[in-house]
């Protein structure tokens, strides 16, 4: 149960190594069997009690040698360079877990997350279009992602689907792109082209995320 009210509104990316689609969105096992990828979030408006989170980004890393929900995941968490020594405990207080309910997204990242490595504080770029299905996050050193809108193998035009997740922990709608690139080269190694990338605008609480961020 948290202690604390928070909240963070903004911007989220999540890249994969699977095909299009993501298959732990439909509790499918990984495309290639094991689950590489990250998550990122640019945070518009957010706090965390009194500290002010706003403008501020937040990317983490993962390895899980299986499907999410078997766990035994490693991860790498990265906090924006311009955080404060409170923007940045806060942040990775919310990124671990303890404040927020059972169920939720951090949460359950803190469940399958078996070995957690340093922090890192970064330099991080990231742009993002969700009309346009298109975003970026750099991080020196650690990552490297660009998304794009998915084309038509045919006539190269562009395709465009949604995924609608009413009880959703991570996100109730979300546009899919292609990860023309997604590639890690910290603590966590790992290199894909042309795979899964889901870009979506979300709002999330101590209990959770909101619906409909707007």
Same mark, same amino acid.
């Given at each position: 149960?948290?202690?604390?009210?928070?909240?963070?509104?903004?911007?989220?990316?999540?890249?994969?190594?699977?095909?299009?689609?993501?298959?732990?969105?439909?509790?499918?096992?990984?495309?290639?069997?094991?689950?590489?990828?990250?998550?990122?979030?640019?945070?518009?408006?957010?706090?965390?009690?009194?500290?002010?989170?706003?403008?501020?980004?937040?990317?983490?890393?993962?390895?899980?040698?299986?499907?999410?929900?078997?766990?035994?995941?490693?991860?790498?968490?990265?906090?924006?360079?311009?955080?404060?020594?409170?923007?940045?405990?806060?942040?990775?207080?919310?990124?671990?877990?303890?404040?927020?309910?059972?169920?939720?997204?951090?949460?359950?990242?803190?469940?399958?997350?078996?070995?957690? *490595? =340093?922090?890192?504080?970064? #330099? +991080?770029?990231?742009?993002?279009?969700?009309?346009?299905? @298109?975003? $970026? !996050?750099?991080? /020196?050193?650690? *990552? =490297?992602?660009?998304?794009? #809108? +998915?084309?038509?193998?045919?006539?190269?035009?562009?395709? @465009?689907? $949604? !995924?609608?997740? /009413?009880?959703?922990? =991570?996100?109730?709608?979300?546009? +899919?792109?292609?990860?023309?690139?997604?590639?890690?080269?910290?603590?966590?190694?790992?290199?894909?082209?042309?795979?899964?990338?889901?870009?979506?605008?979300?709002?999330?609480?101590?209990?959770?995320?909101?619906?409909?961020?707007?």
């Amino acid at each position: 149960m948290a202690s604390v009210q928070w909240r963070l509104k903004g911007h989220w990316i999540k890249n994969c190594g699977c095909a299009y689609g993501c298959p732990c969105d439909f509790n499918a096992l990984p495309t290639h069997g094991n689950c590489q990828g990250m998550v990122a979030m640019k945070i518009d408006k957010g706090h965390f009690g009194d500290t002010d989170l706003s403008g501020l980004a937040f990317a983490a890393v993962v390895d899980f040698p299986g499907a999410l929900h078997l766990g035994n995941g490693t991860m790498q968490p990265v906090v924006d360079e311009k955080a404060n020594p409170k923007q940045r405990e806060a942040l990775l207080t919310i990124m671990s877990g303890k404040e927020q309910d059972e169920g939720t997204l951090f949460h359950i990242f803190s469940l399958i997350t078996a070995k957690l *490595l =340093e922090p890192q504080f970064k #330099p +991080i770029e990231f742009s993002f279009d969700l009309e346009k299905r @298109r975003a $970026r !996050v750099f991080i /020196p050193g650690i *990552l =490297e992602t660009e998304s794009e #809108p +998915i084309r038509n193998p045919v006539t190269g035009a562009e395709h @465009r689907i $949604r !995924v609608v997740m /009413p009880n959703g922990f =991570e996100h109730h709608e979300g546009e +899919i792109a292609s990860a023309k690139m997604v590639k890690a080269t910290g603590g966590i190694k790992y290199s894909y082209q042309n795979s899964h990338s889901t870009l979506a605008n979300v709002e999330y609480t101590p209990k959770g995320v909101v619906h409909p961020a707007a």
